[in-house]
């Protein structure tokens, strides 16, 4: 230190500072500063502040300045103890939902769902009573801040594309400033390539992958790709976050599974840090064996990992946006399938990332898994519910009247609005809006979808008198084990495999579904 600087507490008054200045030869500006109300002893070329003090000296006129410099200061209050100063800590990336844009895949033809796929998509299948399954992804993305949204559909999307503008029509981002919905619809292109329609997943978000290369969409970081048939309540943001914070390239959430249902999905072989090493879709005998890995690397203590020695992918997949392009375009361009295709071939070459969902989620991709999620509603507590306040899931507001129930037994049932009940018995059922039961109706482990609208008074009474059957199921009918609409009596016992759509019904894995629009007259037993 240059000079010489010496502090006298006892011969000042509080805030009372007295100096003697000698700079060094040549020296035209020096600052001497005491801090001691955060006792820290200072020297540089500006003014520095500390417990109120500035002080700064400038060496004034040309005169020879002394050789020695003398600095006598006090302040009230003396701190014995020196600060100690931190290097800045920075902290780790945030995740930010404006820099994420999320693509929900329509689905193909639901094969699997006919005939509830007959008029529909699959995204578009009532559940829970008065939902549809695309409700799902969507509130999901809302509810975690992602307000950028394709939905890709390709099969008798009429149902959708009107659920959705009716529904999720974001104001032209008046209402949720940048963000948007936007249905990307099948279409032919120019060249030969442009004349197919979309042959995978892969495939579709490739035919519109130009959308991510628009300079308007420059700032997307990571897309999110989303199937529009499945029943799960998820935070994408922690998704997100661990994506950011492990480094990939490509994220893939996935859930635990026990072998009597693992080979029904695609399966991650992970190291030790949760990178996968390899993915097989739907292996068999030794296969199936050869992809049990340890899931308490994921978080689930031993006894549930002894329980679920394998991680499914859950067909939700987050990659960096440049990676995606990479893939799509230049890497792997004949590909058409994430999880068979792209997926497997980029765990060889890029950093593809593990991450573990540990709730509930079900793939409603069959007549049996959609009766059975849907019935799994109504338990006591049920293992998903729509009701989340802080996480609701939204769909059409339809301003219908609240159900009226005269002299009926419900146990265990979901009863939607709109509804009416005259003297019925409903047990572990689901009864969709605008439903109408009437008099001796026994339902029981039946999922009723519902109508589209109401029977007048005057309707049904001109039915009647004309010896046809008007909206509704009627009176003294029997219904278990049953789904979609039920029009009159009948008897459903003993159920077999059957086709029989001119009688109004299919039987799909044991479950009647009986087709919207059907009448099934009095005196039948199915």
């Not at 300045?65 to 920075?90: C, G, H, R, Y």
């Not at 059922?429 to 589209?452: I, N």
């Amino acid at each position: 230190m240059m000079g010489v600087s010496q502090i006298h507490p006892s011969r000042a008054r509080p805030c009372d500072l007295s100096m003697n200045l000698q700079p060094s030869h040549g020296q035209k500006h020096r600052v001497a500063s005491a801090f001691l109300g955060a006792t820290k002893l200072a020297w540089g070329k500006s003014e520095v502040t500390g417990s109120q003090l500035k002080m700064p000296f400038q060496n004034r006129g040309r005169k020879k300045s002394p050789k020695n410099m003398t600095v006598t200061s006090v302040l009230a209050d003396v701190t014995k103890e020196l600060m100690n100063f931190q290097a800045p800590i920075f902290g780790k990336q945030q995740a930010d939902p404006k820099t994420v844009a999320s693509v929900i895949l329509g689905g193909g033809a639901g094969t699997r769902l006919f005939p509830l796929t007959r008029r529909r998509a699959k995204p578009a299948v009532p559940i829970g009573g008065c939902y549809r399954l695309i409700d799902v992804p969507m509130s999901n993305c809302i509810n975690s801040g992602i307000n950028k949204i394709y939905i890709l559909t390709q099969f008798n999307s009429q149902s959708l594309n009107r659920h959705l503008a009716r529904i999720y029509n974001f104001g032209n981002g008046v209402n949720f400033g940048d963000g948007f919905v936007e249905v990307l619809a099948a279409t032919q292109t120019p060249g030969e390539s442009g004349k197919r329609w979309f042959q995978g997943t892969a495939d579709a978000v490739r035919q519109f992958v130009w959308l991510f290369e628009d300079v308007k969409n420059r700032h997307i970081e990571n897309i999110l790709i989303l199937c529009g048939d499945h029943l799960y309540r998820m935070d994408y943001m922690e998704f997100v976050q661990n994506h950011i914070d492990s480094g990939a390239d490509i994220s893939v959430s996935c859930v635990p599974m026990d072998e009597t249902r693992a080979s029904d999905f695609g399966l991650m072989k992970i190291n030790e840090t949760g990178q996968i090493q390899k993915f097989c879709e739907k292996p068999k005998g030794d296969d199936l064996t050869a992809m049990q890995v340890d899931t308490t690397v994921l978080g689930l203590s031993p006894e549930d990992a002894k329980q679920s020695p394998y991680i499914a992918s859950m067909g939700i997949y987050l990659f960096k946006t440049d990676v995606l392009l990479k893939l799509l375009r230049w890497r792997y361009p004949t590909a058409n399938d994430f999880g068979s295709e792209i997926i497997p071939m980029a765990t060889k070459e890029y950093h593809v990332q593990a991450y573990l969902f540990n709730d509930y989620w079900e793939d409603i991709g069959t007549i049996r898994s959609f009766f059975d999620a849907n019935l799994a509603l109504t338990d006591q507590p049920p293992k998903f519910h729509f009701y989340d306040p802080l996480k609701p899931i939204f769909t059409s507001p339809r301003y219908l009247p609240p159900t009226k129930i005269e002299k009926c037994r419900v146990l265990n049932s979901i009863i939607s609005h709109g509804c009416f009940l005259r003297e019925c018995s409903v047990e572990h059922s689901v009864v969709g809006v605008r439903s109408r039961l009437e008099y001796g109706v026994e339902l029981k482990d039946t999922m009723m979808m519902g109508a589209d609208y109401y029977d007048t008074e005057a309707e049904r009474a001109s039915a009647l008198a004309e010896g046809s059957v008007p909206l509704g199921v009627g009176e003294n009918t029997k219904i278990r084990f049953c789904g979609q609409y039920l029009v009159s009596e009948l008897d459903m016992v003993n159920v077999q495999e059957a086709d029989r759509p001119a009688e109004g019904f299919y039987i799909r894995s044991g479950i009647t579904v009986v087709l919207k629009n059907s009448t099934i007259t009095n005196g039948t037993v199915i």
